[in-house]
């Protein structure tokens, strides 16, 4: 069983999304000199924290 870098109490998870959008995920966190990662989280942690629901649909 591997151990998390992260340490107790995290968890990794991944995600495939479509490579225009990744990419432009990876364009801001480098415009931050951030990892996309680290971008990921700040951007998600900021919609939790604000409690507004997240309309999904098909386009």
């Given amino acids: ?3 998390n870098p992260a340490g107790k109490g995290t968890k990794t998870i991944g995600i ?5 959008m990744a990419k432009e995920l990876e364009r801001r966190a480098a415009s931050m000199q951030i990892s996309t990662g680290a971008y990921c989280k700040i951007v998600l942690g900021e919609w939790i924290q604000s409690g507004k629901k997240l309309k999904l649909q098909e386009n």
Wanted: proline share 0%.
């Fill in 16 to 20: 495939n999304m479509k490579l225009e």
């Fill in 1 to 3: 069983m591997a151990t």
